[in-house]
């Protein structure tokens, strides 16, 4: 297993909350500009940033 790497069965802070709400959060409490927050969010999802920006820009 990697250094830091998350388990699989280990339950983050955000999971509860979609993309949109995970965006906004960082928006708010960190003061972060939306590109900044998108990208955090796609790091700590493991996801594309292009899909949390769709996502959060709601483009299909």
Not at 25 to 36: E, F, G, L, R
Not at 43 to 54: A, F, H
Request: net charge negative; aromatic share 8%.
């Amino acid at each position: 297993m990697i250094e830091g790497a998350k388990a699989n069965n280990e339950i983050s802070w955000f999971d509860d909350l979609s993309i949109n709400e995970h965006v906004d959060h960082y928006i708010q409490t960190s003061q972060m500009k939306p590109k900044q927050a998108i990208k955090k969010v796609a790091e700590e999802r493991q996801l594309k940033t292009n899909e949390v920006y769709n996502t959060y820009h709601q483009i299909s």
